[in-house]
C-alpha cells in the first residue's frame, strides 16, 4: 500500500461497489419470483388468524389444513367505488397491491383524503366472509397504509354487527425494530378485541391512542404505544381512511341493515 | 508442505473452541442473546453467519493487495453488506416463516463484529485459502455455541428440542413446569458467562498441565 492515487482509490471503489450492486441486484431479480409464490399461503394464515380460525404464529397448521379452512371463507371482490361486491372471485386472483399502481384499476387520492398516504387506491378489493358456525359470520378486510418508514399491510376483523372489532393483525411492516414492531405483537393487537368502529350516528369514532383530542368512551379506545407515537399514528390513520367514504364505510353500512 | 497443512487445519479448528469468537473474542453476543430462543431459528442464524463469514473472508482476501488503505473499511463493509443482502434474500425465499421469526437479526449480520473482526485481523494479511477457512471455522465456532445455549434454552424454558416435545408441559398434559426465565434475552446472558467460565477454565488447566 504504497502509492494511493487519487485514481486508484476512486476506481477500486468503483469496481468493488459494481460488483456488489451486480451480486445484490441478481440475488434479488432472480429470487423475487419465487418470493411472490411463497406470498399465497402467507396470506391465508394471515386471514384466518385475524378471523380467529388458526392461533398465532407459533401454533403449527400445516398448509393443508389452512386451505381446508380457507373453504369455509366466502370471499368476494369489492368494487370501492360502488361498493357493490361481486362473488365469482378467487382468493388470490387480483393483486391489489398491483393493481393500486395501475392508472386503470386504481384512482388517485386527493391529498386532503389520504389518510393513509397510499397516493392511489384500488378500485376492487377482496373481502372475507367468515362462517365459523351456521350463525355467526365474521367479515375480514384488508388495510394497509403509511407507518412511520414503511408501509403497513393488515387485516382486521369484523363481528356479525360489522362495527364490533374481532381482531385484527399487520402482517407486513417495517417500522423500527422493537419499538414500532410492537404493534405486531399479540399484547398490543388484544385490546382491540371488542372495541367499536362507528358511533351511532354511523361517524367513525374509534381512537387510537390521543389522536381524536377527547378521550374517547372505553368503547372506543385503542391505547397506543410508548415510543411508538409515529406507528400508532399510521395505524389510526390506516384505520381511518380505511373505513372513511373512500373506504369500506358504505359497503359496511348497506350491510348493517 | 507438512507446516502448510498444519496451518490450514489450524485456521479452521482453532476457533471451534480454542479461540471461539464468542467465550474467548467475546464478539458477536447481541445476536447470541437475541436468536438463542429456540434451536431453529438459531441454527438458520448460524448457518447464514458461517456463509457471510466464509465468503466476505474469501472476496477481501482475494482483493486485499487492491484496496486502498483510506477507504479500506468501507469497501470491507459493502462487501459484508453485499453478502448479507444475499443471505437475507435466499432466506427470505427458501425459508418466508424463519425469515419473519428473525426479522431484523440476519440484516444486523452486517453489524456483528465478529465478521469484520475476522475480515480486518485476518482475511486482509492471509492467502483466500485461510481466510475461507478461517471464516469457515470462525462460523462453526459461533454456530457451536449459540445452538448450545439455544438447546439449552429451548430446553428448559419450553420443554422442546426443535419445537419436538421433551418434557410435557403442563397446559399439555404433562407435569413439567415451563421456566420463562429462559424465554428472556437475559437468560443467554448467564448462560454464555457460564460457559465462557467453564471454558476459559478448562482450557487453563490443560495449559498449565504442559
Known amino acids: 500500500m504504497q502509492q494511493e492515487s487519487l485514481a486508484k482509490t476512486l476506481s477500486i471503489a ?22 411472490a409464490a ?17 392461533g398465532q404464529r407459533t401454533s403449527k397448521t400445516s398448509e393443508e389444513d389452512m386451505l381446508a379452512l380457507f373453504q369455509q371463507i366466502e370471499t368476494q371482490l369489492l368494487d370501492l367505488n360502488t361498493s357493490r361486491a361481486t362473488t365469482q372471485y378467487q382468493h388470490n386472483q387480483l393483486n391489489f397491491r398491483s393493481s393500486s399502481n395501475d392508472p386503470q384499476t386504481s384512482i388517485v387520492i386527493e391529498k386532503k383524503f389520504d389518510k393513509a398516504m397510499i397516493q392511489r387506491r384500488p378500485n376492487k378489493i377482496p373481502v372475507y366472509w367468515v362462517h365459523s358456525d351456521e350463525t355467526t359470520t365474521k367479515l375480514v378486510l384488508p388495510i394497509y397504509g403509511k407507518g412511520m418508514w414503511s408501509m403497513i399491510y393488515g387485516y382486521i376483523a ?12 399487520f402482517y407486513e411492516q417495517g417500522d423500527t425494530p422493537g419499538i414500532g414492531e410492537k404493534i405486531q405483537e399479540k399484547r398490543w393487537l388484544a385490546q382491540w378485541q371488542g372495541k ?5 350516528n354511523n361517524e367513525l369514532a374509534l381512537n387510537v391512542d390521543s389522536k381524536i383530542k377527547k378521550f374517547g368512551e372505553k368503547n372506543f379506545q385503542i391505547d397506543g404505544i410508548s415510543g411508538a407515537t409515529k406507528t400508532v399514528n399510521g395505524v389510526f390513520n390506516i384505520i381511518h381512511y380505511w373505513f372513511g367514504s373512500q373506504g369500506y364505510r358504505t359497503f359496511l353500512i348497506e350491510h348493517k341493515s | 508442505m507438512r507446516v502448510l497443512n498444519n496451518q490450514y487445519i489450524v485456521s479452521l479448528t482453532r476457533p471451534l473452541i ?20 429456540a ?80 475480515v480486518e485481523s485476518f482475511a486482509s494479511s492471509h492467502s483466500p485459502g485461510l481466510s475461507f477457512l478461517d471464516g469457515l471455522g470462525n462460523g462453526i465456532g459461533y454456530a457451536l455455541l449459540i445452538i448450545l445455549v439455544a438447546f439449552i434454552r429451548e430446553l428448559v424454558g419450553k420443554g422442546t428440542v426443535l419445537d419436538f416435545p421433551v418434557f410435557e408441559s ?41
Open chain 1, 38 to 54: 411463497n406470498e399465497a399461503p402467507l396470506s391465508y394464515r394471515n386471514i384466518l388468524e385475524v378471523a380467529g380460525l388458526v
Open chain 1, 158 to 169: 369484523l363481528e356479525q354487527d360489522l362495527n364490533t372489532i374481532s381482531g385484527i393483525g
Open chain 1, 14 to 35: 468503483f469496481i468493488v461497489i459494481l460488483f456488489c450492486a451486480l451480486l445484490v441486484s441478481s440475488a434479488v431479480v432472480y429470487l423475487r419470483p419465487l418470493q
Open chain 2, 18 to 37: 480454542e479461540n471461539n469468537p464468542i467465550s474467548i473474542q467475546i464478539l458477536g453476543l447481541c445476536s447470541a442473546l437475541a436468536i438463542t430462543q
Open chain 2, 39 to 118: 434451536v431453529r431459528p438459531a441454527l438458520i442464524m448460524a448457518t447464514a453467519v458461517i456463509v457471510i463469514l466464509a465468503f466476505s473472508n474469501l472476496i477481501i482476501s482475494l482483493i486485499r493487495h487492491f484496496l486502498p488503505s483510506s477507504i479500506r473499511l468501507i469497501l470491507k463493509m459493502t462487501v459484508i453488506a453485499s453478502a448479507v443482502i444475499v443471505v437475507d434474500e435466499i432466506i427470505k425465499t427458501f425459508a418466508p416463516d424463519m425469515s419473519q421469526l428473525l426479522s431484523v437479526f440476519i440484516a444486523l449480520i452486517v453489524t456483528n463484529c465478529i465478521i469484520l473482526g475476522r
Open chain 1, 196 to 200: 367499536k368502529l362507528y358511533d351511532e
Open chain 2, 170 to 210: 403442563i397446559e399439555q398434559g404433562g407435569d413439567y413446569i415451563q421456566n420463562e426465565f429462559m424465554a428472556l434475552p437475559a437468560s443467554a446472558f448467564f448462560i454464555l458467562a457460564l460457559l465462557t467460565w467453564g471454558i476459559k477454565a478448562a482450557l487453563q488447566a490443560r495449559t498449565s498441565e504442559d
